[in-house]
T-cell receptor
Framework: DGGITQSPKYLFRKEGQNVTLSCEQNLNHDAMYWYRQDPGQGLRLIYYSQIVNDFQKGDIAEGYSVSREKKESFPLTVTSAQKNPTAFYLC???????????????FGEGSRLTVL | KQEVTQIPAALSVPEGENLVLNCSFTDSAIYNLQWFRQDPGKGLTSLLLIQSSQREQTSGRLNASLDKSSGRSTLYIAASQPGDSATYLCAVLAGNTPLVFGKGTRLSVIA
């Protein structure tokens, strides 16, 4: 089945440690996105990538880093510079818009990061 | 800058009621509008996508309409059930840029 796989689902980290969240898609989508969701708040865009080897900062990129070495993979690293990293992280993907593509966005199941 | 607003933020209804969730956006130059459902602790599930040339889309008990000129979309849920309890988000796509999301409406359907 096609879809987006995020791992791990739950992650605990000590302050000062970097952690990497995995996002893999087998939908052959061009674009991939990372969002952060805090309780009672909306989605906030961290980073996005529309093609391999290229990515752009979203609204809250400070303290995060990404790479896009393969079309199907877009890992997110939460660095020790992120002041309040405890949150729910969501990965999404879609096709770039051109003839025949709707640009429909699909999400993974999320990764919950807790900093102890 | 595109802004998407969803009103109300929360809604509680008795089972069996028909209900309408609202979504408004400030820039009518959109490519499509998507409605999502999110259950607690889960990712978002795409419910309906309406392209800018369309007026509505239907899936089962769900019907979404789009009035691009007025910057509005509604999600109609017929004969609501407790299993419909979730947060519903709308988002607009303007081009090859990230979707812009509303903050969602948290729906509770009481048995």
């Amino acid at each position: 089945d096609g879809g987006i796989t995020q791992s791990p689902k739950y992650l605990f980290r000590k302050e000062g440690q970097n952690v990497t969240l995995s996002c893999e898609q087998n939908l052959n989508h061009d674009a991939m996105y990372w969002y952060r969701q805090d309780p009672g708040q909306g989605l906030r865009l961290i980073y996005y990538s529309q093609i391999v080897n290229d990515f752009q900062k979203g609204d809250i990129a400070e303290g995060y880093s990404v790479s896009r070495e393969k079309k199907e993979s877009f890992p997110l690293t939460v660095t020790s510079a992120q002041k309040n990293p405890t949150a729910f992280y969501l990965c999404a993907s879609n096709m770039r818009i051109h003839a025949g593509n709707t640009g429909e966005l699909f999400f993974g199941e999320g990764s919950r990061l807790t900093v102890l | 800058k595109q802004e998407v607003t969803q009103i109300p933020a929360a809604l509680s209804v008795p089972e069996g009621e028909n209900l309408v969730l609202n979504c408004s956006f400030t820039d009518s130059a959109i490519y499509n509008l998507q409605w999502f459902r999110q259950d607690p602790g889960k990712g978002l599930t795409s419910l309906l996508l309406i392209q800018s040339s369309q007026r509505e889309q239907t899936s089962g008990r769900l019907n979404a309409s789009l009035d691009k000129s007025s910057g509005r979309s509604t999600l109609y849920i017929a004969a609501s059930q407790p299993g419909d309890s979730a947060t519903y988000l709308c988002a607009v796509l303007a081009g090859n840029t990230p979707l812009v999301f509303g903050k969602g409406t948290r729906l509770s359907v009481i048995a």
